[in-house]
């Protein structure tokens, strides 16, 4: 038998794998997985294709507390805030939209969009009251699929949701960038640890910190006393510490360690690196 016989039957038994998938044959969508994977290992499927496939598989099955910003990672505004201490934010942050808090910083009153603040920047209109441009807040549980949410998302043509949890406290938010990079995928860099690993040793006085951390897991891995009690996590203690959303390469101490922000995006850190401070 020649080579392009070989070749050809080997196609056709590839054809009928997917033919096997299409007609629901696979058990279980690790099978599917499976035989997309292979079909890039056989350059049938370009490696970008396959991660996009997967990870519009895995929508269906990761809920919003998967995803979503923390509470003590959300940028707001107060509903108290003039126009001058509202507008450093939005510029510093470049976000396009806030959620806007009352006298109760758990409550969320509205949303409010940043381009609505160009008609008193530029003089159109005199008196600010951040009530009357207020947009009505989307509430959503922490339980939600994301696939249901991304389809709500593009139905109501909203682009961002307040997460509450079974009690109707705010735990923190989703915009529907948050969903689709779970499709798209992030974009890696040479600091990326494993998924399962929070804290990664880098040498004896330097370690990435994933910015998820719980201010508890790095007491107990590092023998410390970090504390705050309005934050749960290393990366929001660390955004109190600068007191802004900093960008990748600023540093800050707390404690015993230099915290430098090595991923950042205009909403959250992602990673962290702790350096341990020399002794005095």
Do not use: C
């Not at 696979?26 to 292979?38: A, C």
């Not at 682009?159 to 009690?167: L, W």
């Not at 994933?210 to 705050?228: G, M, P, Q, S, V």
Request: negative net charge; hydrophobic residues 40%; aromatic residues 6%.
């Amino acid at each position: 038998m020649s080579d392009d016989s070989t070749t050809s039957s080997s196609h056709r038994s590839w054809l009928e794998k997917i033919g096997q998938a299409l007609a629901g044959e696979p058990r279980d969508r690790n099978e599917l997985i499976e035989i997309l994977r292979e079909a890039t290992e056989r350059q049938l499927l370009d490696t970008n294709s396959f991660n996009m496939i997967e990870g519009v598989l895995k929508v269906q099955e990761l809920r919003v507390r998967d995803i979503m910003i923390p509470r003590s990672q959300m940028i707001v505004i107060e509903q108290e805030m003039s126009l001058e201490d509202i507008l450093p934010i939005v510029i510093q942050t470049v976000h396009s939209r806030f959620p806007v808090i009352g006298e109760n910083k758990d409550e969320v009153l509205g949303i409010l969009l940043a381009k609505d603040l160009l008609a008193y920047s530029f003089g159109e209109k005199k008196t600010f009251n951040i009530r009357e441009i207020l947009r009505p807040p989307i509430f959503i549980p922490e339980s939600k699929r994301l696939d249901v949410l991304l389809q709500e998302f593009r139905v109501n043509r909203n682009h961002m949701a307040v997460v509450i949890d079974e009690y109707g406290g705010v735990t923190g938010l989703v915009t529907i960038e948050d969903v689709l990079e779970q499709i798209v995928g992030d974009i890696e860099d040479e600091y990326d640890t494993e998924d399962d690993q929070a804290i990664k040793k880098y040498n004896e006085t330097s370690y990435y910190v994933k910015a998820l951390t719980t201010i508890e897991e790095f007491n107990d891995y590092f023998n410390t006393h970090l504390e705050d009690k309005d934050v749960e996590t290393i990366g929001g203690l660390v955004m109190r510490g600068f007191g802004h959303l900093p960008k990748r390469g600023e540093s800050v101490e707390i404690g015993n360690y230099r915290f430098k922000v090595l991923r950042a995006d205009n909403r959250r850190i992602h990673l962290l690196q702790a350096i341990i401070k020399p002794e005095q």
